[in-house]
Structure formats: C-alpha cells, structure tokens
C-alpha cells in the first residue's frame, strides 16, 4: 500500500514538472502575438487560453493515438513568424486574424487528407540520422540567441530593474540537480530549478506589470475568437506552404524522441492525421498553429522522465487551462527569465542527441559538405537584420525568415541526391566491370 501511494506521488510530481515546462514552452508565443495583434485584455486573455487548449490537446491525442511518444505540441516557430508577418503588414489590416482562421483551417484539411495517402512513409524515409542531426544543431543554434536573452532579462520591453540573475540562478540548479549525485532529485531538477528562480525573484520585488483581475476566470470556448474567417489567397498559400514544411518538423521530432527512448519506429500516419486535425482545430478555435516539439528530447533527457503517463496528465492539465483564461493569465506572469531558464537547459541535452545522431550517421566527407553548407545557411539567415527580406514577396519572406527550415530543407535535398548517385553509382558499377 505504501508502495502504491509513492508511486502515485512520485507520478504527480512528474506530472507537475512536465505541466511546468509546457507551460514555459507554450505560453511566450500567444502573449508575443497578442501585443502584436493589438489585442484587448480580455482577448488577449481567451487567446492566451485557447493556444494553451490546443496545445494541451494535440499532445493528448498524439499521446494516446498519434506517435504515442512523450512529445508536446507547442507553437510553431514558423507559425509564430507567419503570424507575426501578417500582424506587422498594414495591408492586412484587423482582418489578418480572421484569415489566418481560415488559413490555419485549410493547412489542417490540407495535412489529414495527405496523411490518408503514404505521403508521410515517403517523408519519413528522407529523414536519415544525419538529416536529424543537421535539424537538431540548426534548432540549438536558432533558438539559442533568443533563449540566452530571456534568461537574461535582456529581451526588448522588460523591467527596468535587471532580474537575469533568476534566469541565471534557474538554470545553475536544473544543471546542479539533473548531474548532481541525488537520483531521486535529478527527475525533479526542471521543477526544483523553476521554484527557486522563481520564489527568489518575487522576494526581491520582481513584478510582472500586468493585472491577474482583469476579465473572467472562466470561459467557454466559442467557434472563432476574432470574427468569422475571411479570404486572403496570400494568406491560405503561406498557410498551406508552411503546413508541408512543418512536417519536416513533425518527423524529425519524433526520430529525435525514438533515439532517446530506444522505441522502435512509429507509423507516421497517425501522427500525421491527428497533426492535421489540431491545425484544423486552431483555426477553428482561434490559437497559434502548434507542431510536436523536438525540445521535449532535450526535457526527457534532463530529467530522465520516460514514461507517458506523467506526460498525458500534465497534457490533460494544459488542456483544461483553456477553459480558464484567468488562470492562463495568472501563468503568464511567471517571470521569463524563469521560463526561457528552464528551456536553456533543456536545450543542453538537444544538442548533444543531436552530435550523437551526427556521429551514428558516419557521414563521408561529400554528405559532411553539404553539412558545412547547410549549417552556414541556416546560421547565415538568422544572423540577417530585420527587414532584410522585406522586398520579398510575403510566400517568400515567410519561408526564407526561418533559417532551421531553410537549412534542414537544403540538406534534405542534398542527402536526397547524395543516396540518389550512390543508388546510380551501384546500379551500373557491376556493368561496366564485366564489359570488354
């Protein structure tokens, strides 16, 4: 019985810790977008709410029916620049959230119906260990800048009083707990890590400026937050451009996690259909596009939490957020220090799955070239200034913003005619040396 009850404890302690990280992972995007949309509290409030809804159930359903790995949906990072392109496009107008609605719904019918055909054994067969690899790297290197400065209390808007020794602290005792020589603590290091950055940058007065009264605790969600859906053909073809990128991000996060969990491989179809059912739900409800998250391989390695069950709880408690916008809004104050602290961490363990996938690959010196081409371009376009690509046209800008993309896209294309040479090379080799 004693037995019993530990258990149960330990699995509610490993359930707080992954609600924990996907709050950290999930929360950021919605709130960046809201102050980009303009939005009033009490909508800024529901859409904070309802990303936090379908990110809970897309990493439900995947959970229980899709990959069936302990994988999260969170935003996508090129979701997030569509969004912010169109928010920040005059010509667009108050009516930009309504046609992403509509193009959101589209990429997610767009997704179901390819996932019906074996569109999905094809993409997966692109997505070699060094592929993985080269996408793990570009991720790290991406999303370290803008990590680095929320730990450090460096990102545009913050308080005027310097609070990054929180971040800081935050992310000495993730590291200090998940290498120290306590076993039992390292599964807790991400919540031990969180609660001492936290409580110690709210007794030194840290505020986050924002009202937790304002509007309804609870809500109901309704069909389309800001309106009915619209047509915009620049909107619908970005839509559906980015919803056949992204399942590149799709594969990759689940080769990632089946490395760490030594699984075998999971038919893709069904993390393919479900993915599309979520998009579609986006749009419908009215959230930020989600997409599985490959910084999850970084959380379970820190952490050592392998199990799903923790992971489903933790998914079902993200999900019943979205019914309650007050406590979605009480979450967001979490000092994001604190927040971009516990994913700098877990971003440690992201690049070394991502060496380690590189070394098992055993590349050769051509496939290590293109290699060297893809990182320099991924690296090359994230370094661009802002505006660089502003005389592009807007599918364009979209797709050449986000050099992760960019770069994993290149490589694919050079891996895919790489084996294609080599299948050439070997079809005729024996030919030409039994000729006269």
């Given at each position: 019985?004693?037995?019993?009850?530990?258990?149960?404890?330990?699995?509610?302690?490993?359930?707080?810790?992954?609600?924990?990280?996907?709050?950290?992972?999930?929360?950021?995007?919605?709130v960046?977008?809201?102050?980009?949309?303009?939005?009033?509290?009490?909508?800024?409030?529901?859409?904070?709410?309802?990303?936090?809804?379908?990110?809970?159930?897309?990493?439900?359903?995947?959970?229980?029916?899709?990959?069936?790995?302990?994988?999260?949906?969170?935003?996508?990072?090129?979701?997030?620049?569509?969004?912010f392109?169109?928010?920040?496009?005059?010509?667009?107008?108050?009516?930009?959230?309504?046609?992403?609605?509509?193009?959101l719904?589209?990429?997610?019918?767009?997704?179901?119906?390819?996932?019906?055909?074996?569109a999905?054994?094809?993409?997966?067969?692109?997505?070699?260990?060094?592929?993985?690899?080269?996408?793990?790297l570009?991720?790290?290197?991406?999303?370290?800048?803008?990590?680095?400065?929320?730990?450090?209390?460096?990102?545009?808007?913050?308080?005027?009083?310097?609070?990054?020794?929180?971040?800081?602290?935050?992310?000495?005792?993730?590291?200090?707990?998940?290498?120290?020589?306590?076993?039992?603590?390292?599964?807790?290091s991400v919540?031990?890590?969180?609660?001492?950055?936290?409580?110690?940058?709210l007794?030194?007065?840290?505020?986050?400026?924002?009202?937790?009264?304002?509007?309804?605790?609870?809500?109901?969600?309704?069909?389309?937050?800001?309106?009915?859906?619209v047509?915009?053909?620049a909107?619908?073809?970005?839509?559906?451009?980015?919803?056949v990128?992204?399942?590149?991000?799709l594969?990759?996060?689940?080769?990632?996690?089946?490395?760490?969990?030594a699984?075998?491989?999971?038919?893709?179809?069904?993390?393919?259909?479900?993915?599309?059912?979520?998009?579609?739900?986006?749009g419908?409800?009215?959230?930020?596009?989600?997409?599985?998250?490959?910084?999850?391989?970084g959380?379970?390695?820190?952490?050592?939490?392998?199990?799903?069950?923790?992971?489903?709880?933790?998914?079902?408690?993200?999900?019943?957020?979205?019914?309650?916008?007050?406590l979605?809004?009480?979450?967001?104050?979490?000092?994001?220090?604190?927040?971009?602290?516990?994913?700098?961490?877990?971003?440690?363990?992201?690049?070394?799955?991502?060496?380690?996938?590189?070394?098992?690959?055993?590349?050769?010196?051509?496939?290590r070239?293109g290699?060297?081409?893809?990182?320099?371009?991924?690296?090359?376009?994230?370094?661009?200034p802002?505006?660089?690509?502003?005389?592009?046209?807007?599918?364009?800008?979209?797709l050449?913003?986000?050099?992760?993309?960019?770069?994993?896209?290149?490589?694919?294309?050079?891996?895919?005619?790489?084996r294609?040479?080599?299948?050439?090379?070997?079809?005729?080799?024996?030919?030409e040396?039994?000729?006269?």
């Amino acid at each position: 019985m004693r037995r019993g009850k530990f258990s149960m404890v330990e699995t509610a302690g490993r359930s707080l810790q992954w609600f924990i990280y996907l709050i950290a992972s999930v929360v950021p995007i919605p709130v960046v977008l809201a102050q980009a949309f303009h939005l009033d509290a009490a909508t800024a409030s529901s859409f904070i709410a309802r990303s936090c809804l379908v990110a809970g159930v897309a990493s439900l359903v995947q959970g229980l029916w899709g990959h069936r790995l302990p994988v999260n949906d969170g935003p996508a990072g090129l979701w997030f620049a569509v969004f912010f392109l169109f928010a920040s496009d005059a010509a667009s107008g108050a009516e930009a959230p309504r046609a992403l609605e509509l193009g959101l719904a589209a990429a997610g019918i767009f997704v179901m119906v390819l996932s019906m055909t074996g569109a999905f054994t094809v993409i997966r067969s692109w997505f070699t260990p060094a592929v993985t690899g080269c996408y793990l790297l570009l991720l790290g290197a991406q999303m370290a800048g803008p990590f680095l400065r929320g730990t450090l209390g460096l990102s545009a808007g913050g308080p005027e009083r310097w609070f990054g020794w929180g971040g800081i602290l935050t992310v000495g005792v993730i590291l200090a707990t998940s290498l120290g020589g306590l076993r039992w603590l390292r599964q807790y290091s991400v919540l031990t890590g969180m609660a001492v950055g936290w409580i110690a940058l709210l007794a030194a007065g840290y505020s986050s400026g924002g009202s937790v009264r304002s509007g309804s605790w609870f809500g109901w969600p309704t069909p389309f937050l800001f309106g009915a859906p619209v047509w915009d053909g620049a909107v619908v073809v970005n839509c559906l451009l980015v919803s056949v990128i992204l399942l590149s991000n799709l594969v990759a996060s689940v080769e990632a996690m089946e490395r760490i969990l030594a699984a075998p491989p999971r038919d893709m179809r069904g993390a393919g259909f479900w993915h599309g059912a979520t998009t579609l739900a986006a749009g419908v409800v009215g959230s930020v596009g989600m997409i599985p998250q490959s910084t999850a391989t970084g959380f379970v390695a820190l952490t050592g939490i392998r199990e799903r069950l923790p992971f489903l709880c933790a998914s079902a408690a993200l999900a019943g957020t979205g019914f309650f916008p007050g406590l979605a809004r009480w979450l967001s104050t979490m000092p994001p220090e604190v927040g971009y602290g516990v994913m700098f961490a877990s971003f440690t363990q992201l690049i070394m799955v991502g060496m380690d996938s590189l070394r098992q690959a055993r590349i050769d010196w051509v496939q290590r070239q293109g290699l060297g081409l893809a990182l320099l371009l991924g690296l090359g376009l994230e370094s661009l200034p802002q505006g660089a690509l502003s005389g592009l046209p807007r599918v364009v800008q979209a797709l050449m913003s986000n050099g992760l993309v960019v770069g994993t896209l290149t490589y694919l294309l050079w891996e895919g005619i790489y084996r294609w040479s080599a299948r050439r090379k070997a079809k005729w080799s024996p030919k030409e040396e039994t000729s006269p």
